[in-house]
């Protein structure tokens, strides 16, 4: 069984939830008493987040890119980024290491596509959904159409992101905020909507809606299961 790097803590709150999910699909696929090997590091959260606001990125791409090769050091052989938003410092975390970086957008994509969805609704930080280093990747590398939320819908999702569910509140007058969202998401064509922040999966389930779900987290997780459990060829 390979080792999963995983850069954790952004925020703490889903770092939790890919941990267990790491654990639970190695468990399921060996059985017995088996657990994923994980070598993780993680940040503190809110120097990360006040270095977001302030777009201090290339502060940001340096912090990680040396937790990635510290963790590399501890002995992964490949590496989760436990956040969608800070893949926009992925070029540069990615140059630190000799170990390959599971891309979360990747695995995201290669679901859409095996869905046969080819127009994907995306929710997340206000820096997912209204920059090109995730959505351009998406329709870059692998054709899909994206679509997002107008620019007051984004100022909604991403305040419930950082003042609430980052901070483990998860309240139903915000479910529906998000849920209002997805079904404007999906009247504009959206075949499905991807859950692009890890947090968001705490707040909306299959459960309550029709529209079709892309948990990002848990696509992360099981796919970083896969890939340590394979044969090396």
Known sequence: MKTIGMLGGMSWESSADYYAALN????QQLGGLHSAKVCMLSVDFAEI??????????????????QA??????GADFLLIATNTMHKVADEV????SIPLFHIADVTAEKLLADGVQKIGLLGTRFTMAE????GRLTNKFGLQVLVPDAAQQD????IIYEELCQGQVKDTSRQVYLKIIDNLFARGAEGVILGCTEIAMLVKPEHTTVPLYDTTALHAEGAVKLALQEDS
Do not use: C, N, P, S
């Open 24 to 27: 639970r699909g190695v468990k």
């Open 49 to 66: 987040e006040q270095l977001q606001h302030a777009g201090d990125w290339q502060q940001l791409a340096e912090i990680l890119a040396g």
């Open 69 to 74: 090769a510290a963790t590399e050091r501890g």
């Open 94 to 97: 990615e140059a630190a290491i």
């Open 132 to 135: 090109d280093f995730y959505k």
């Open 156 to 159: 909604d999702v991403h305040r």
